[in-house]
């Protein structure tokens, strides 16, 4: 059984940080990518960012690249994305999810999902 269990969001005015948390359960990191995904109301779903399998590395949208901040355990259990700077735009449903292989911007090619954090930015 293969699950994603998220926490942290909330409200957050501008500017402000958060953390979100994704602890995998059923899966091997060393073997899954775990991406972060986003959904604003009669927006669509939008990619976020990725943390590769066995190396590591992290990619991010170009809208969040230098304010967002994905890491991982020791133990490569939990991922976590840092989010500074917040905007409004910021809010919406975030979502993380994992697949086998390399990382992909592409939803669809996910095969488990997060129940999803909501993350509201306003004064």
Not at 2 to 25: D, H, I, N, T, Y
Not at 70 to 83: P, Q
């Amino acid at each position: 059984q293969v699950q994603l269990v998220e926490s942290g969001g909330g409200l957050v005015q501008p500017g402000g940080s958060l953390r979100l948390s994704c602890v995998a359960s059923g899966v091997t990191l060393d073997y899954y990518v775990i991406g972060w995904f986003r959904q604003a109301p009669g927006k669509a779903r939008e990619a976020v960012s990725c943390i590769g399998a066995s190396g590591g590395a992290t990619i991010y949208s170009d809208s969040v690249k230098g304010r967002f901040h994905m890491s991982r355990d020791d133990a490569r259990i939990t991922v976590n994305l840092r989010i500074d700077s917040l905007k409004p735009e910021d809010t919406a449903v975030y979502y993380c999810a994992t697949r086998r292989s390399y990382c992909s911007g592409d939803g669809e090619d996910y095969d488990y999902w997060g129940q999803g954090i909501q993350v509201t930015v306003s004064s």
